[in-house]
C-alpha cells in the first residue's frame, strides 16, 4: 500500500499557467519530497520539507506541508512544456525508506 | 560528478527464470535503494543497502535479494519470476540513511523488465 496520494491523478493546462496538484498521507513523518519522472525515465528530486517546516520554494516551486492535516501541496508558477511530467510526493518516516504516491501526470499544452 | 547508471535498460524474461540487475551509485554516495514501479504507480521500496548491509526491507517476498559491493556498487536479484514481476526497477543512491539525515535520493533511468 501506498503512504501518499496525490490529487488530481491527472491535469492539464496551458503554458504560462500554474499547476497546483496535493498530496495526503496517513502516518506522521520526518520530512516530505516531491519528485518529477519524465516518461519512461528515473525520478528527479525538486525540493524536500522538514515537518517542522510550513511553506518552501525552489524557483518556480512553491510547496507547502500541514501536518495537522497529513498534507502537502505544489505549486508550479508560470508553466512550461518541460514541465509536462508525472510528480509524485514522498514521505520519509523512521523505517529507512520513502513511501510514494501514485503521481499526478501533468501535461502542458503550447 | 557521474549519476546514477542502471544496466541493463531493458530485460525480457520467462516466468521461472531468474534475474540480475546492477546499479553504480553516484559518487560519494554511500546508501542504495531498490523500488519497484508497475506502470501507472508510484514506486515501491524492496530494500536499502548501506555498508554493505540490507538496512531495511519493503513488503517484498525473500526470492527478491541484493548485494551492495566496496565501491557501493548494487545488484538486484530477483528468482523464480512472475508475471507480476513485469515493472520498472530503480535504484536510487544517497549519502546517509533517510532515518539520520534528509537526504534526497539521486535515481538511475532503471531497468524496465518484462516477464512472459
Known amino acids: 500500500s501506498q503512504q501518499g496520494e496525490e490529487d488530481p491523478q491527472a491535469l492539464s493546462i496551458q503554458e504560462g499557467e500554474n499547476a497546483t496538484m496535493n498530496c495526503s498521507y496517513k502516518?506522521?513523518?520526518?520530512?516530505l519530497q516531491w519528485y518529477r519522472q519524465n516518461s519512461g525515465r528515473g525520478l528527479v528530486h525538486l525540493i524536500l520539507?522538514?515537518?517542522?517546516?510550513r511553506e518552501k520554494h525552489s524557483g518556480r516551486l512553491r510547496v507547502t506541508l500541514d501536518t495537522s492535516k497529513k498534507s502537502s501541496s505544489l505549486l508550479i508558477t508560470a508553466s512550461r512544456a518541460a514541465d509536462t511530467a508525472s510528480y509524485f510526493c514522498?514521505?520519509?518516516?523512521?523505517?529507512?525508506?520513502?513511501?510514494f504516491g501514485a503521481g499526478t501526470t501533468v501535461t502542458v499544452r503550447a | 560528478e557521474t549519476g546514477v547508471t542502471q544496466s541493463p535498460t531493458h530485460l525480457i524474461k520467462t516466468r521461472g527464470q531468474q534475474v540480475t540487475l546492477r546499479c553504480s551509485s553516484q559518487s560519494g554516495h554511500n546508501t542504495v535503494s531498490w523500488y519497484q514501479q508497475a506502470l501507472g504507480q508510484g514506486p515501491q521500496f524492496i530494500f536499502q543497502y548501506y555498508r554493505e548491509e540490507e538496512n531495511g526491507r519493503g513488503n517484498f517476498p525473500p526470492r527478491f535479494s541484493g548485494l551492495q559491493f566496496p565501491n557501493y556498487s548494487s545488484e538486484l536479484n530477483v528468482n523464480a519470476l512472475e508475471l507480476d514481476d513485469s515493472a520498472l526497477y530503480l535504484c536510487?543512491?544517497?549519502?546517509?540513511?533517510?532515518?539520520?539525515?534528509?537526504?534526497?535520493?539521486?535515481f538511475g533511468n532503471g531497468t524496465r523488465l518484462t516477464v512472459t
Open positions: 502516518t506522521s513523518i520526518n520530512n
Open positions: 520539507i522538514r515537518s517542522n517546516e
Open positions: 514522498a514521505t520519509a518516516s523512521d523505517d529507512y525508506k520513502l513511501s
Open positions: 536510487a543512491s544517497s549519502v546517509k540513511l533517510i532515518k539520520i539525515d534528509d537526504s534526497p535520493l539521486h
